[in-house]
């Protein structure tokens, strides 16, 4: 690389630390190159995204960023995760890592908030954005039903006795 592409992947990945909402910083050492595609394709499948860079750009780039935190992280062999979705990107590394013990999550940083290898695991745990909507309609449609359901019952019970008194009438 020279200069100015150095300079511009640093913007690049300024940019991306600045709008992502969850960056997870990992070692790979070790991990082939099927290995590494397969963790590079579940994560775009995902709606995320992985990249290998030099410590030493990623650490330029963190700087005037609400991730600067992480930047003792950068030691090694490392690899970025990222993701709009905060949820996203922990869940693929610490599911993928589970599987493959030569991805090491290390750490990370959601917003102003830097995680270590734990905090990345909880955030792994939770439910994703997707889901947590899914719930939260779920959760406003069942009273719905139900109330429907008790408004109309009286209703159904008195079409059901006019039509009794109907048949009884019509018999006699």
């Given at each position: ?16 630390f600045?709008a ?5 910083v ?5 991990l ?6 397969d963790l ?16 030493r750009l990623?650490k ?12 003792d ?12 979705d ?15 013990d ?33 719930k ?10 139900r109330?429907?359901q008790?408004?109309?019952?009286p209703?159904?019970?008195?079409a ?6 109907a048949?009884k009438?019509?018999?006699?």
């Amino acid at each position: 690389m020279d200069r100015a592409e150095k300079r511009e992947f640093v913007t690049g990945l300024n940019e991306v630390f600045k709008a992502s909402g969850s960056v997870i910083v990992a070692h790979y050492s070790g991990l082939t190159v099927a290995q590494m595609n397969d963790l590079r394709s579940r994560m775009r499948t995902a709606g995320g995204t992985v990249k290998v860079a030099k410590n030493r750009l990623a650490k330029i780039a963190l700087q005037g960023t609400e991730a600067e935190g992480i930047t003792d992280l950068f030691t090694g062999q490392t690899l970025i995760a990222y993701s709009d979705d905060p949820i996203t990107a922990p869940k693929v590394a610490v599911e993928f890592s589970k599987t493959n013990d030569k991805l090491v999550v290390l750490g990370g940083a959601m917003g102003t908030t830097n995680l270590d290898a734990d905090g990345v695991k909880a955030l792994a745990a939770l439910p994703s954005l997707d889901e947590l909507r899914a719930k939260l309609v779920g959760m406003i449609s069942t009273p719905a039903t139900r109330i429907a359901q008790v408004v109309n019952a009286p209703a159904g019970q008195l079409a059901r006795v006019f039509g009794a008194y109907a048949k009884k009438d019509e018999a006699a």
